[in-house]
């Protein structure tokens, strides 16, 4: 049985390796190795605790000011008011959630809403008249999210955020026209998870990333309709798969795009796609994060 499972591990390893080295060339075995080793991450200041960044070190970034470098014995500690300090999170989903550029007054739906790093700081930005649904379709990650935010959000702002777990493809037959900013962090092939946990690679086959892109697509579908004209949608995978990157935008260019435009705001990390950006561990060190901004028209 064992020798079956090899052998069977190292022949989708070795597709793997053909059908990414097929899309990124000379780059495949530097980029491989970087995805196979240990992500890096950073601790982030919980901002519901004050303005004031702690002294404890530089931030890793200028644009990212509550952002810190992780030390080995490091470990988010309840404070005083019952709140947790630090969230650790990759850099990218940082970036990924400030793209959203959440106003103070808006109605936020992250569609895909665990762990729950990026839905923190859309809490953040919420103001008194504002609204976040978090939605997590799996129970699992669900019942994780909700904890992630009951321990870093405080009771106030709590009771502006909503959480639910629904199919999001269906999410915008049922509330059309609802929110003034989407995030759609979408379900993916993962292949630096895979990478590090190999059992789970046994799963992966490039029909697994076809498959996945029809349901992305059916999520920015969803999305483009729940959204109101003018809003914002930013959808974001963490797979390194064109198939589920610029193909679902490609796509969806081709059968929606009167209903929206691409806007390509500046980001600190990453290199330009056709239809957004992409961050790879490689070269930016954190990641691989990829992520796209559309503007839903407003007739």
């Given amino acids: 049985m064992f020798f079956v499972v090899g ?24 980029l491989r190795s970087a995805l196979a080793e240990k992500p890096a991450q950073v601790k982030r200041f919980n901002l519901f605790l004050g303005n004031s960044y702690p002294k404890v070190s530089d931030p890793v970034a200028s644009w990212a000011l509550n952002c810190f470098s992780v030390e080995r014995t490091f470990r988010p500690q309840v404070q005083a008011c019952g709140l947790m300090d630090f969230f650790v999170m990759d850099l990218a989903s940082f970036v990924v959630a400030n793209v ?17 790093g ?23 990650r669900f019942h994780r999210l909700k904890k992630v935010l009951e321990s870093y959000v405080p009771q106030d702002v709590l009771e502006r955020i909503s959480f639910r777990s629904y199919d999001a493809t269906k999410w915008g037959i049922y509330e059309v026209g609802a929110y003034d900013r989407i995030l759609v ?4 092939s993962a292949e630096a998870h895979l990478l590090r946990n190999l059992s789970e690679m046994q799963k992966w086959s490039p029909k697994r990333s076809k498959r996945l892109a029809q349901r992305q697509y059916a999520l920015l579908c969803s ?11 930013v959808y974001s995978t963490c797979s390194i798969s064109p198939l589920e ?15 929206f435009e691409f806007e390509v705001p500046a980001s600190p ?14 070269q930016h060190q954190w990641g691989p994060m990829y992520f796209s901004t559309l503007r839903k028209l407003g007739h």
């Fill in 7 to 30: 052998w069977f591990l190292m022949k989708v390893l070795d597709t793997f390796d053909q059908f990414y080295g097929s899309i990124y060339h000379d780059r495949w075995s530097s």
């Fill in 100 to 116: 959203l550029e959440v106003q103070e007054n808006d109605r936020v739906l992250d569609m895909c809403a665990a762990p729950g």
């Fill in 118 to 140: 990026k839905a923190l700081i859309l809490a953040e930005k919420l103001g008194p008249n504002s609204q976040l649904v978090l939605n997590e379709l799996s129970k699992a």
């Fill in 185 to 188: 962090d979408a379900p993916c």
């Fill in 223 to 233: 999305a483009l309709l729940a959204a109101r004209p003018e809003s914002r949608i």
């Fill in 245 to 259: 990157n610029d193909g679902v935008l490609n796509k969806l260019k081709s059968k929606k795009g009167d209903l």
């Fill in 269 to 282: 990390l990453g290199e330009r796609t056709e239809f957004g950006w992409q961050i790879l561990p490689d």
